[in-house]
């Protein structure tokens, strides 16, 4: 009675296994939907021009657009540029998290996730704090006699970049912290048994069983990057033009929804291009 008991149990417990399973996947798989949706309604309205015919007539005036180009050049540059500062800056600090034995690490931790906790706009009014021409940090120098007025220390490329590195930075932090954290720390006892100096077992041994937290970081931080709308805008003062100010200016201020939708587009396949181009050198250089 019992094995024909559990013949009829195992099917129930398999179908309810599957009912769990599709109740837990339902809320990603309707915003994966309409993400989808999104992504093809926005292609589609790319391809409208007053006629009725689909045209890709906005693609090429995009191309021809040097204004369009250069903002898509910056783009990419600036989140390129803060992934790698992020990465540079993040890992001591993930270091530090991890294998540090001071109290002071978890000083350390509740300011490496603080960013968080607080809105953009009020990280830009930060920035404009102690960078404007009447900031704090202008006030110093001019105290100090460093300098007879104010500096122009926004409206530049580097206030934009520093301001996304601080956005970012708590992303590559815990990313590569996670990865750290899951290092057998037996793999570096026995480098350092075998004659490794710290230095070398970092190297042959730290860094590249790190790097997945680095490459996961990495994509994380780039691909917000590239959408990021109000630092840019906040930071430059228009200055510093990026795809997301450009689809603000289609959009909002233009009313050319074509433009635009042909805009984010290729923003869109252009970050996941990158993104795929980066992670197959991850893997080929994790193999070796």
């Given amino acids: 009675m019992s094995a024909v008991a559990a013949q009829h149990a195992s099917p129930r417990s398999a179908w309810r296994s599957r009912l769990n399973l599709g109740l837990l996947l339902l809320p990603a798989s309707l ?31 995009f191309f021809e657009d040097g204004y369009l180009i250069q903002a898509g050049i910056r783009t990419f540059h600036l989140s390129l540029m803060v992934s790698v500062i992020c990465v540079l ?45 009447e900031g704090v940090i202008n006030q110093a120098l001019q105290a100090l006699g460093l300098t007879k007025g104010p500096v122009a220390l926004m409206r530049s490329y580097w206030s934009v970049v520093a301001g996304m590195v601080h956005i970012f930075l708590p992303f590559m932090v815990l990313s590569i912290a996670s990865t750290l ?47 990021v709308f109000l630092t840019p805008l906040w930071l430059s003062r228009g200055h510093v033009s990026v795809l997301a100010t450009v689809l603000k200016e289609q959009v909002v201020d233009a009313s050319d929804w074509p433009a635009g939708a042909t805009t984010a587009v290729l923003l869109t396949v252009s970050t996941l291009g990158l993104v795929a181009l980066y992670n197959g050198l991850i893997r080929r250089f994790g193999e070796h």
Avoid: K
Avoid at 186 to 212: D, I, K, N, Y
């Fill in 31 to 61: 915003v994966g939907l309409a993400m989808v949706c999104a992504t093809v309604t926005m292609a589609w309205i790319s391809t409208q021009s007053e006629g009725s015919q689909p045209t890709l007539e906005h693609y090429v005036r």
């Fill in 89 to 133: 800056c993040g890992y001591p600090v993930a270091w530090y998290l991890v294998y540090s034995r001071s109290s002071y690490r978890y000083v350390a931790f509740i300011i490496v996730l603080s960013p968080l906790l607080v809105s953009i706009v009020v990280r830009a009014l930060g920035w404009t704090i102690l960078l404007g021409n």
């Fill in 181 to 227: 954290g899951a290092i057998d720390p037996s793999l570096r006892e026995a480098a350092a048994l075998l004659g490794a100096t710290p230095a070398t077992s970092f190297r042959l041994v730290t860094l590249p069983l790190s790097l997945q937290g680095i490459a996961a970081g990495s994509v994380i931080v780039f691909c917000l990057s590239t959408g």
